[in-house]
C-alpha cells in the first residue's frame, strides 16, 4: 500500500524484531491515516527538497514490538505518528537544520549525532495535529557509572 508518492506502507512496518520474535506489526486504519500525514508534511518535503531517497530505520512499532525492543510506552512510533531516517550522503545535521528552518512537526530530535561524523546517529521525527516543533538532540553519556541517554534542548551539532 502507497502511503505517499515516495513511502510505502512496508517501509514503515518493517521489523526485524517482530519478523524474529513473530510479534504483529500491523497497523489500525487510523494508524495508516497518521502515517500518511507524517509523510505528506514531513517527510515528502524532505525527499523533494534534498531529491534524494528518505531511507527508514524504524517506523511504526505495534505494542508488542516497541515492548520487545524496550521502546517508550509514550512512542509515537506506537501511534504510526513517527519515523528514525537517514538520507545516504547528507549529514544528519545538515538535515535537521534544514527541517528546523523550513516544516512543521510534532518533534524533531537529532539522535546521536557525533561532530565531525556527518554519518552518525539519525534523525526522529513525528508529525500530529497540535504539533509542538519541538528541537532536541539525544547523546549517549556516562552518567551515575552507566551510559544512559539524555536530551537537550534545541539541535547541537
Known sequence: MRLSE???LSEFTKSQTASR??????PSDQEIIRMQ???HHVLEPVRNHFMRPVVLSS????????????GSR?????LGEAGDFEIPGLSNVEVAQWMHRHLNYDQLILEFYTPGDPNSGWIHVSWRPNYRNQELTA???????????????????
Not at 59 to 70: E, K, M, T, W
Not at 74 to 78: A, C, D, G, K, V
Not at 139 to 157: I, M, Q, S
Request: hydrophobic share 35%; proline share 4%.
Open 6 to 8: 515516495h513511502f510505502m
Open 21 to 26: 520474535l513473530g510479534l504483529d506489526n500491523t
Open 37 to 39: 500525514a507524517l509523510c
Open 59 to 70: 517506523g511504526f512499532r505495534s505494542d508488542p514490538v516497541n515492548r520487545a525492543i524496550g
Open 74 to 78: 509514550t512512542s509515537q512510533h506506537r
Open 139 to 157: 547523546r549517549r553519556e556516562r552518567r551515575w557509572g552507566r551510559w544512559k541517554t539524555v536530551y537537550y534542548a534545541g539541535l547541537l551539532p
